[in-house]
């Protein structure tokens, strides 16, 4: 067995991991990165950029499905899905490439190639090859999907948004089981590309929302477009003549029995750490085997063991990744002067159409925090009539904005609706500036913008903050919510 040493080890080579290698590199350069499969983020190869290829295609179809309602008449949209899913393909293997000749930039003595397990505290396993002691150590090995164990009856039937990217054709029918983030997005974009999509959910959740106005009407809205039931009841899931088929009630309470051609599992993730062997370390593990972590230094309790990415099971999104590697990466380097690092204002966005954007402190923490005290108001507007959204036809939405009593602090919001993933990045900003509702409103609103609807939320607001004049029920120009 081959024996090495080494002050910090990383493993994993995904955003965090990356992020973790590099910043502990300006602190020692005895640094190894390990990872046990292909190089590449989740995010370049299965996640938010093939994702969002797809979204673009069914986007592209659906503005011409819009058109007429404009007065501008065309043919309908014929979808060639083997030209749609070249694309895809395409343009992700080139974003993978990007991440794949980075990796390759490093020193190759720093890479090695394999699964890590711990045997101890201070060293780990390489398969069958090397043992590595090292000093401190940062894991990074992301997350997987989760597929419940009822679903395998699917068989080859199943499968996961992983493996929508690699398809050649669109399929005729896809059952989606998971309304979060990852099933909203598919589903909708392969119902806009024909494809016959059923969304099931249980629940009545949808996307990450927590505030219930803005969730029911989520709810709402999407089952407009397609078949969306975010609390169903389905059984009696098997395979019959190689199609995937299950019984479901619907909506008007009757059993269905409906086949697909396949079954997509959006069920959540979990965190890659379970053939890790932790249990050999000393670490304070939770019931799911991940370790415990400050979220500011992302040690693992009083540990030189640090955890980054989805595999800390704490916030599992791209720039929050980033993040947590660099402060993963500082903090193993220069071990033990260990120090907080910069956790910017939580932001969320979902690229589905209407967007969903969350921002700060979501409802349920808000609650959860200030219970029945009063402490904070909720302002709302409706997108139905706000003038920009209604003249590019993208009106369909509605916002809750929250703020702190007395103070007039900012504290969060929740919406669905147009250009929401551009208002979430404004009102996270302002969040992170510590300001007050009455410092937004002197900020300037042009005319005509859907931004001018932020703004009646914030005047709605402020006139139960007590610090200004009830909105206006009607704007002079364009009608309400402006």
Same mark, same amino acid.
């Given at each position: ?6 002050? =910090? ?72 899905? /083997? ?9 992700? +293997?080139?974003?993978?490439?990007? =991440? ?20 101890? +505290? ?23 999907? &989760?597929? #419940?164990? #009822? ?12 493996? *929508? ?8 029918? @896809? ?35 927590? +505030? ?23 059984? +009696?899931?098997? =395979? =019959? ?21 396949? *079954? ?5 993730? @979990? ?8 249990? &050999? ?48 990466? !500082? ?27 969350? !921002? ?72 992170? $500036?510590?300001?007050?509702?009455? /410092? ?20 709605? !607001? $402020? ?20």
């Amino acid at each position: 067995m081959k024996q090495l040493e080494t002050d =910090v080890i990383v493993i994993g080579a995904g955003t965090a991991g990356l992020s973790a290698y590099r910043n502990a590199k300006q602190f020692t350069p005895n640094v190894l990165m390990i990872e046990s499969g292909k190089y590449g983020t989740t995010c370049a190869r299965v996640g938010c950029m093939p994702s969002k290829l797809l979204i673009a295609a069914a986007e592209a179809a659906h503005h011409i499905e819009q058109a007429p309602q404009f007065g501008v008449m065309s043919e309908p949209a014929k979808i060639d899905g /083997q030209a749609v899913m070249a694309r895809v393909r395409s343009e992700r +293997d080139r974003f993978v490439g990007f =991440v794949v000749d980075a990796v390759e930039e490093l020193p190759a003595e720093d890479r090695i190639i394999g699964h890590a397990k711990f045997l101890d +505290d201070q060293r780990v396993q390489i398969d069958d090859h090397t043992v590595i002691t090292a000093k401190r150590f940062v894991v990074a090995t992301g997350s997987r999907p &989760n597929i #419940p164990k #009822p679903f395998l009856a699917f068989g080859d039937r199943l499968i996961i948004n992983d493996d *929508v990217f690699d398809w050649q054709d669109l399929p005729e029918s @896809v059952a989606v089981f998971g309304p979060g983030v990852i099933g909203l997005e598919l589903g909708q974009a392969l119902h806009r590309l024909g494809v016959k999509v059923k969304l099931f959910g249980v629940g009545g959740n949808i996307g990450p929302l927590t +505030d219930p106005v803005i969730r029911d009407y989520a709810n709402t809205v999407f089952a407009e477009e397609f078949y969306v039931d975010t609390d169903a009841k389905v059984s +009696d899931m098997k =395979v =019959v003549d190689n199609k995937a088929q299950l019984t479901y009630i619907d909506k008007q309470g009757q059993a269905q029995t409906e086949q697909f051609d396949y *079954v997509l599992a959006a069920t959540g993730r @979990v965190p890659n750490v379970d053939l890790l062997g932790l249990e &050999n370390t000393s670490l304070e593990l939770e019931d799911h085997g991940v370790p415990l972590a400050d979220p500011h230094t992302m040690q693992c309790g009083n540990s030189h063991i640090f955890i980054a990415g989805d595999a800390s099971d704490q916030i599992p999104l791209l720039h929050e990744a980033a993040d947590q590697g660099t402060i993963a990466g !500082v903090n193993a380097g220069r071990y033990p002067d260990i120090r907080n690092g910069l956790r910017r204002t939580p932001i969320a966005a979902v690229f589905s159409d209407p967007q969903i954007g969350m !921002v700060g402190d979501n409802y349920a923490q808000l609650t959860a925090n200030y219970g029945e005290c009063g402490c904070y108001e909720i302002g709302e507007v409706s997108f139905e009539n706000q003038g920009r959204s209604r003249v590019m036809l993208k009106n369909k939405g509605h916002m809750r904005v929250y703020a702190e009593q007395g103070t007039g602090l900012f504290l969060g919001a929740e919406f669905v609706g147009p250009a929401a993933e551009h208002i979430a990045h404004l009102l996270a900003w302002a969040i992170q $500036n510590k300001m007050t509702v009455p /410092q937004m409103l002197d900020m300037p609103y042009y005319h005509p913008v859907i931004e001018e609807g932020v703004r009646t939320a914030l005047r709605n !607001v $402020n006139a139960k903050l007590k610090f200004g004049p009830d909105i206006i029920k009607h704007c002079l120009e364009c009608g309400p919510g402006a």
